[in-house]
């Protein structure tokens, strides 16, 4: 199974501020089949990002995603109050089991 | 809106069975792949399985496989996850998923959850 590592695991930062998570796969995965999911408390995870870099239906372009291979990165430009949340990598590009990082919490600094 | 409406909490006993459900509001129930995602207690997310309503081809987590049961019944567009033998260790929230396709690569990921259904097994 491919392992997602996601660093770091608590981020705190001010609204306004810049936030990068990063994805690290345990092997090369396929096609960028690479996705962030946002999970707010309480909440069920919802689809930011798919295919490493093409936002979902809906979602701010302050989101962005990039990477390919191994290492991949969420980046969030700029934080507003409805961005604090806990934020999921997943891997779909090998056979099953698709994988999820562990998440990184983003906090209020 | 498509929505995936999941059953309601519930509260079992070591050893019970249970059957949770995910209904699709829409009418395309046959056109892709339905998930489960377990997230235990203040932890993450993991994939358990999947399948398609179509034919009811199903696969398994190895974690999962013997486990617990996926099925559906297409003519009311509605998946099932169930136990047969529930553990404390299965107390969890559980989300159904949508995933449009397993052979295409590009289509895997999961575009639409449902709102989860916490199942809590205690003595």
């Known amino acids: 199974d491919i392992v997602l590592t996601q660093s770091p695991g608590t981020l705190s930062l001010s609204p306004g501020e810049r936030a990068t998570l990063s994805c690290r796969a345990s092997?090369?995965?396929?096609?960028?089949?690479l996705a962030w999911y946002q999970q707010k408390p309480g909440q069920a995870p919802r689809l930011l990002i798919y295919?490493?870099?093409s936002r979902a239906t809906g979602i701010p372009d302050r989101f962005s995603g990039s990477g390919s291979g191994t290492d991949f990165t969420l980046t969030i430009s700029r934080l507003e109050p409805e961005d604090f949340a806990v934020y999921y990598c997943?891997?779909?590009?090998?056979?099953?089991?698709?994988?999820f990082g562990q998440g990184t919490k983003v906090e209020i600094k | 809106e498509v929505q995936l409406v999941q059953s309601g909490a519930e509260l079992k006993k070591p050893g019970e069975s249970l059957k949770i459900s995910c209904k699709d509001s829409?009418?395309?129930?046959?056109?892709?792949?339905i998930g489960w995602v377990r997230q235990m207690p203040g932890k993450g997310l993991e994939w358990m399985g999947i399948?398609?309503?179509?034919?009811?081809?199903?696969r398994y987590s190895p974690s999962f496989q013997g486990q617990v049961t996926i099925s559906a019944d297409k003519s009311i567009s509605t998946a099932y996850l169930q136990w047969s033998s529930l553990k404390t260790s299965d107390t969890a929230m559980y989300y159904c998923?949508?995933?449009?396709?397993?052979?295409?690569?590009?289509?895997?990921?999961?575009?639409?959850w449902g709102r989860g259904t916490l199942v809590t097994v205690s003595s």
């Open positions: 998923v949508r995933q449009w396709s397993v052979a295409q690569l590009e289509r895997r990921y999961f575009d639409l």
């Open positions: 829409g009418d395309g129930f046959t056109s892709y792949w």
């Open positions: 399948i398609y309503p179509r034919d009811s081809d199903t």
């Open positions: 092997q090369s995965v396929s096609s960028s089949c």
């Open positions: 295919g490493a870099s």
């Open positions: 997943q891997q779909y590009g090998s056979s099953p089991p698709w994988t």
